[in-house]
């Protein structure tokens, strides 16, 4: 019975292979690349036509670029992939956990602890922004002045979506003044559909905050897909706890 390719390629792996050898082998087994068809993508094949480039050359080389360009594309979709999957599964955490939250001193301490840790910060908090004295046991909620921190923020403080990138000093100093150094953040604004109706109800501007001391680990290229919806449940589970009491 005639040896099949792969036995034969296997039976010469620990010889030392020439030219002569290569050529041989391939005398021998003239099916070999219509079982290896993916092997003449990779092969540099010349067509002798003088100096200038043959049509059959340069279509080859169109062929295997277009095949390395999909090959990239197609390690880049899975990677893609992977990481959402990834913050996917770190989002159905923290939405699990923030519904639980059964007050507002509860959800800024899950806040605290569970971005935190899920999105691998230095600082993560909930702030409410205003210029009223809070008094009672909201006391506990992380404020900042309303004036303030319009000023500091500036165009930021009136974004509808999730900010990613760095902040100025006077805005890390804002929001996490003991944590030293901060390179980069994540400022994820919420919203309300009536915020007439809970304007009276809620202790402030609402604003979630997370940051970090690595550069670039919140950048602008970050698609903030995921943190724009746990904003938005943020903001649902808000609503219910303030209307309900």
């Given at each position: 019975m005639k040896p099949s390719s792969q036995n034969s390629l296997a039976k010469t792996d620990d010889?030392?292979?020439d030219d002569e050898s290569v050529a041989s082998y391939l005398l021998?087994?003239?099916d070999f690349f219509a079982d290896h068809e993916d092997l003449l993508l990779?092969?540099?094949?010349?067509?002798?036509?003088?100096?200038a480039i043959s049509l059959l050359e340069r279509q080859v080389s169109l062929l295997r670029r277009k095949n390395d360009e999909t090959q990239d594309k197609i390690t880049s979709f899975v990677e893609n992939a992977k990481e959402n999957d990834a913050l996917f599964e770190k989002t159905r955490t923290i939405v699990l956990d923030i519904i639980?939250?059964?007050?507002?001193?509860?959800l800024s301490s899950l806040v605290e602890e569970k971005l935190?840790?899920?999105?691998?910060?230095?600082?993560?908090?909930?702030?409410?922004a205003t210029d009223d004295e809070i008094e009672g046991s909201e006391s506990t909620i992380?404020?900042?002045p309303l004036e303030l921190t319009s000023k500091v923020l500036g165009k930021l403080f009136q974004r509808k979506r999730a900010y990613c990138g760095s902040l100025n000093k006077d805005q890390a100093t804002l929001f996490f003044p003991e944590s030293g150094k901060i390179?980069?953040?994540a400022i994820i604004p919420i919203h309300f559909q009536d915020e007439a109706k809970l304007k009276a109800k809620l202790p402030g501007v609402p604003l979630l905050v997370v940051a970090?001391?690595?550069?670039?680990?919140f950048n602008s290229t970050l698609d903030t897909l995921f943190l724009d919806f746990i904003g938005e449940i943020l903001s649902s589970h808000i609503n219910g706890l303030l209307i309900n009491t």
């Open positions: 010889l030392s292979l021998e087994h003239p990779s092969l540099r094949i010349p067509h002798k036509s003088g100096q639980k939250a059964t007050t507002l001193e509860d935190k840790q899920e999105f691998d910060a230095t600082s993560s908090k909930l702030f409410f992380s404020i900042l390179s980069s953040v970090s001391n690595k550069d670039k680990h």
